[in-house]
């Protein structure tokens, strides 16, 4: 129950006896509200729910079939990495090797 203030009765039995008419008067408002909408509208927006309804559990279907590889973008990520750093240490062995052919010419060179 919500504290209301009591300042204003008599007795608690007036507060009640105010209380138990405003809620009559809301739920007799309530009651001629639903009354004044109409039928057809509230039939076209059941109509609408029950379709997003059907939507959105063809949708779920969908996606319980659907592999579950919730890693995949930080998979990919991983895989651009590994890609560059590959191809970093590729370029640092050839570049070692090609060092190592040319010192190895220089030498024979002087040699003769």
Known sequence: MTRTKTKGFASPAQLRE?????????????????????PEANAKELAWLRKEVADLRERLANVGEQPRDIDAPAKFEIHNWLQIAV???AVFI??????QIRTAASLKRRAF
């Open 87 to 89: 191809a970093g240490a």
């Open 18 to 38: 105010y209380l138990a008419d405003i809620e009559i008067e809301t739920a007799e408002k309530a009651i001629t509200e639903a009354a004044d909408h109409d």
């Open 94 to 99: 050839l570049g070692s090797l090609t060092q």
